[in-house]
């Protein structure tokens, strides 16, 4: 069973950072895909970031372009997420989440990590 332990989340002024780490507590798996996700209260979970395995087609939603950067370390099977310029509205539980190849659908999830941006 795979299993995505993220960490990283809390409390932050608007304007402040935080970096939040979605590490594979399993080896065997291969990961084709990465992703983080948010969802805030009363709203659907939405897209925030994906990077390939590769390191390539990263990809960003348009509410964090220049203020978040995703990345990955193969060598520690770990994505991060660092997120620059946070405002109150980037509040939310935020999940990480693995692709396998082959595959159309992120497949595998974290247990999500709490975000609070405080104004």
Excluded: H
């Excluded at 509410?63 to 980037?90: C, H, W």
């Excluded at 082959?102 to 941006?117: D, K, M, S």
């Amino acid at each position: 069973q795979v299993q995505l332990v993220e960490s990283g989340g809390g409390l932050v002024q608007a304007g402040g950072s935080l970096r939040l780490s979605c590490a594979q507590s399993t080896r065997t798996l291969s990961i084709d895909k990465w992703g983080w996700f948010r969802q805030a209260p009363g709203k659907e979970r939405e897209f925030v970031a994906s990077i390939k395995w590769s390191g390539g087609s990263i990809s960003y939603a348009d509410s964090v372009k220049g203020r978040f950067t995703i990345s990955r370390d193969n060598a520690k099977n770990t994505v991060y997420l660092q997120m620059n310029s946070l405002k109150p509205e980037d509040t939310a539980v935020y999940y990480c989440a693995a692709k396998p190849p082959f595959t159309t659908a992120y497949i595998y999830w974290g247990q999500g990590t709490q975000v609070t941006v405080s104004s």
